[in-house]
């Protein structure tokens, strides 16, 4: 049986295919179109996911869509009707593409796809929780579920139990924990539901200052978790913004202009909200243990995306395990839509893989062979040499080694926002120079943003502190103390963006301030490729940790084609790319004729 699960017109469309209750494919919209978090109907998406299976749509036996839209007009109204006539611009700014479109939801999956069969709508939260549970190792588990707002329901918990899952409570809207978060986002400048992980990476630079302000002011955290916020501060309901001028007077002025110098302001609101999030969750976690009784606790959700409180949740052991979605925002509730189609509502019989997820490393997407490569390559006449397998490990670590930033273009694109060695940019992390040189020269976005690292599976614990897997870089941990170097009395005395520069481990591009790192645990089995080069890295330098970030720059999504990979590459300051055996050389290469220079677009120095 073939379901097909969607998600989309909010942020992230996604598409994917459940064959029998095996994922087999999996992409974002905004991979195809080249537009960062495209919200329209996944078109390109769904082409994807039928022709990588050889399908038409005549072999579609189940559409699921990942929410119910009448539920969601019904709170768009009620909230417009509580707080009339405030909010006017906002309802009228709505209403058209509602009642023209969103919830005539059937029809236009049947009319877009050209498909008769059966159309099933799964709850938000059901989505994310199904993404989170059914792919996850575990065959009994809890699970918790934080976004924004899906429908009325902003986060839940339940209990799964085979092929059964089921919500035991929920929070209500407009009470959010990724609303809040996302307040803050706004506030310092950066865009709602895309900026949210730089506030995460902002975070260490300040101290927690407005953090008892947060809890006083702004939300009533009770013992178990639950919460109320408190509305006068906050205009999402009725406004077009998130925040309105009480806001500002409890936050010492007005919200920074995007783009504008961050300020010591702008780091002590992100370690504050950060720290009333990480202390949310944790109070979460532990009522659910208690309620449930269950050892393990799944997650999604885009609060799920918040790597930093997830490493602090493991650590403190409230479970024996945590698994979290890779897709854990709106793109992977249309898997959730799909895995909840199989197992809920035909009742097919689930059993997991103990160790392992069914996730497969994430790698969903499509992929190009050699032939393709060489084929747009020799037609646009670009130099390159082909590497035999067995050449490309070596070489690729002797480059990295050599202080040279490599793309890496390699079998199936991954789902979800991380690249994890299909779409990455590689370097060595042990150079000091190399975040600089990163963010300024290759990815063209803000300085004070950290890289993660790409660990052999078997060398984490002599690196790191922790000793699981990590595979999906959505966990947090600490450097270990015996790599770290101590900063001196004059570098404690840096404020803010100064400390960037601090050399601070024997690894220092992939260490942030606090001497954190979110990291990538490989263990080859499903991206052998880069694990043997990462291994080739260690035998031959000593090291097997490297460099890993997402293939793009600001602004952009996650590279998709060669055609896409090879225009990052000369757009940028990167010096080699390597696409599946074939190797492109900077040096050998003639400039794009009439091309931006994204350098001077995003006023960078």
């Not at 602090?312 to 979290?324: D, M, P, S, V, Y």
């Given at each position: 049986?073939?379901i097909?699960?969607?998600?989309?017109?909010?942020?992230?469309?996604?598409?994917?295919?459940v064959r029998d209750?095996?994922?087999?494919?999996?992409?974002?919209?905004?991979?195809?179109?080249?537009?960062?978090?495209?919200?329209?109907?996944?078109k390109n998406?769904i082409?994807?996911?039928?022709?990588?299976?050889g399908?038409t749509?005549?072999?579609i036996?189940?559409v699921?869509?990942?929410?119910?839209?009448?539920i969601?007009?019904e709170?768009?109204?009620?909230t417009y009707?509580?707080?009339?006539?405030?909010?006017?611009?906002?309802?009228i700014?709505?209403?058209p593409l509602?009642?023209?479109?969103?919830?005539?939801?059937?029809?236009?999956?049947?009319?877009?796809l050209?498909?008769e069969g059966k159309?099933l709508?799964?709850?938000h939260?059901?989505?994310?929780?199904?993404?989170?549970?059914?792919p996850?190792?575990?065959?009994?588990?809890?699970?918790?579920?934080m976004d924004?707002?899906?429908?009325w329901?902003?986060?839940?918990?339940?209990?799964?139990r085979?092929?059964?899952?089921d919500?035991?409570?929920?929070i209500k809207?407009?009470?959010?924990l990724g609303?809040?978060?996302?307040?803050?986002?706004y506030f310092t400048?950066?865009k709602?539901?895309?900026?949210e992980?730089?506030?995460?990476?902002?975070a260490?630079y300040?101290?927690?200052?407005?953090?008892?302000?947060?809890?006083?002011?702004?939300?009533?955290?009770?013992?178990d978790g639950?919460?109320?916020m408190?509305m006068?501060?906050?205009?999402?309901c009725?406004?077009?913004k998130?925040?309105?001028?009480?806001?500002?007077k409890?936050?010492d002025?007005?919200?920074?202009?995007p783009?504008s110098?961050?300020?010591?302001?702008?780091m002590?609101?992100?370690?504050?909200v950060?720290e009333?999030t990480?202390?949310?969750?944790l109070r979460?976690?532990r009522h659910?243990?208690?309620?449930?009784?269950?050892?393990?606790?799944?997650?999604?959700?885009?609060?799920a995306?918040?790597?930093?409180?997830?490493?602090?949740?493991?650590?403190?052991g409230?479970?024996?395990?945590?698994w979290i979605?890779?897709?854990?925002?709106?793109?992977?509730a249309?898997l959730?839509?799909?895995?909840?189609?199989w197992y809920?509502?035909?009742?097919n019989?689930?059993?997991?893989?103990?160790?392992?997820d069914?996730?497969?490393?994430?790698?969903?997407g499509?992929?190009?062979d050699n032939?393709?490569?060489?084929d747009?390559?020799?037609?646009n006449?670009?130099p390159y040499?082909e590497?035999?397998?067995d050449e490309i490990?070596?070489?690729?670590a002797?480059?990295?080694a050599d202080?040279k930033v490599?793309?890496?273009?390699?079998?199936?694109?991954?789902?979800?926002?991380?690249a994890l060695?299909?779409r990455s940019i590689?370097?060595?992390a042990?150079?000091p120079?190399?975040?600089?040189?990163?963010n300024?020269?290759?990815?063209f976005?803000?300085?004070?943003?950290?890289?993660a690292?790409?660990?052999?599976?078997?060398?984490?614990?002599g690196y790191?502190?922790?000793?699981?897997?990590?595979?999906y870089?959505?966990l947090?941990?600490?450097?270990?103390?015996?790599?770290?170097?101590m900063?001196?009395?004059?570098?404690?005395?840096?404020?803010?963006l100064?400390k960037?520069?601090?050399?601070r481990?024997?690894i220092?591009a992939?260490?942030?301030?606090?001497?954190?790192?979110r990291i990538?645990?490989?263990d080859?089995?499903y991206?052998?490729?880069y694990?043997?080069m990462m291994?080739?890295?260690?035998?031959?330098?000593?090291?097997?940790v490297?460099?890993n970030?997402?293939f793009?720059v600001?602004?952009e999504p996650?590279?998709?084609?060669p055609?896409?990979?090879?225009?990052?590459f000369?757009?940028?300051?990167?010096?080699?790319?390597?696409?599946e055996?074939?190797?492109?050389?900077?040096?050998?290469q003639?400039?794009?004729?009439?091309?931006i220079?994204?350098?001077k677009?995003?006023?960078?120095?």
């Amino acid at each position: 049986m073939n379901i097909l699960g969607i998600s989309a017109f909010y942020h992230d469309s996604a598409a994917c295919l459940v064959r029998d209750g095996r994922i087999i494919s999996a992409a974002q919209e905004e991979r195809f179109t080249r537009k960062k978090h495209d919200p329209a109907f996944p078109k390109n998406a769904i082409d994807f996911c039928l022709r990588d299976s050889g399908l038409t749509v005549n072999d579609i036996d189940i559409v699921a869509y990942y929410d119910k839209p009448f539920i969601t007009f019904e709170r768009i109204l009620e909230t417009y009707l509580t707080y009339a006539p405030a909010g006017i611009r906002s309802f009228i700014k709505a209403m058209p593409l509602w009642i023209k479109k969103k919830i005539w939801m059937k029809e236009i999956i049947k009319e877009e796809l050209g498909y008769e069969g059966k159309v099933l709508f799964t709850e938000h939260h059901e989505s994310h929780a199904a993404s989170a549970f059914y792919p996850s190792p575990f065959q009994d588990a809890a699970f918790l579920t934080m976004d924004g707002v899906g429908e009325w329901t902003t986060a839940s918990y339940g209990v799964g139990r085979g092929n059964n899952m089921d919500i035991l409570s929920e929070i209500k809207f407009p009470h959010s924990l990724g609303l809040l978060y996302s307040a803050f986002t706004y506030f310092t400048g950066f865009k709602v539901n895309s900026g949210e992980y730089k506030l995460m990476g902002l975070a260490p630079y300040g101290v927690p200052k407005y953090k008892d302000v947060i809890m006083k002011e702004l939300i009533d955290l009770k013992e178990d978790g639950s919460f109320m916020m408190n509305m006068d501060y906050f205009d999402y309901c009725a406004g077009l913004k998130m925040t309105n001028s009480r806001f500002d007077k409890l936050f010492d002025g007005p919200p920074r202009k995007p783009e504008s110098m961050l300020t010591q302001r702008e780091m002590d609101i992100a370690r504050s909200v950060q720290e009333v999030t990480e202390e949310t969750v944790l109070r979460i976690a532990r009522h659910i243990r208690k309620e449930t009784g269950q050892k393990y606790l799944c997650l999604a959700g885009g609060v799920a995306l918040n790597c930093v409180a997830n490493g602090k949740l493991l650590r403190e052991g409230i479970f024996e395990n945590i698994w979290i979605q890779p897709a854990s925002g709106d793109a992977g509730a249309s898997l959730g839509a799909a895995l909840f189609a199989w197992y809920k509502y035909l009742g097919n019989e689930r059993k997991a893989g103990n160790k392992k997820d069914s996730q497969q490393g994430s790698y969903l997407g499509p992929k190009f062979d050699n032939a393709y490569i060489k084929d747009y390559l020799n037609k646009n006449k670009i130099p390159y040499t082909e590497l035999g397998d067995d050449e490309i490990p070596e070489k690729i670590a002797g480059l990295i080694a050599d202080d040279k930033v490599v793309g890496w273009f390699q079998g199936r694109m991954e789902f979800g926002p991380r690249a994890l060695g299909g779409r990455s940019i590689i370097g060595d992390a042990r150079s000091p120079k190399m975040q600089e040189t990163m963010n300024l020269k290759i990815k063209f976005r803000e300085s004070f943003r950290p890289f993660a690292p790409s660990v052999v599976r078997e060398r984490v614990s002599g690196y790191f502190e922790m000793d699981g897997e990590s595979p999906y870089m959505l966990l947090v941990a600490p450097v270990r103390k015996e790599l770290c170097r101590m900063m001196t009395v004059d570098e404690e005395e840096l404020f803010g963006l100064d400390k960037l520069h601090v050399v601070r481990s024997n690894i220092p591009a992939v260490t942030h301030i606090d001497y954190s790192a979110r990291i990538q645990t490989v263990d080859g089995e499903y991206n052998k490729r880069y694990y043997m080069m990462m291994k080739k890295f260690d035998e031959k330098y000593g090291c097997p940790v490297i460099i890993n970030t997402s293939f793009n720059v600001r602004g952009e999504p996650i590279v998709c084609t060669p055609e896409d990979a090879f225009l990052c590459f000369m757009r940028t300051d990167m010096d080699y790319l390597v696409m599946e055996n074939i190797l492109l050389d900077k040096t050998q290469q003639k400039a794009l004729e009439g091309d931006i220079d994204w350098q001077k677009e995003f006023e960078l120095d």
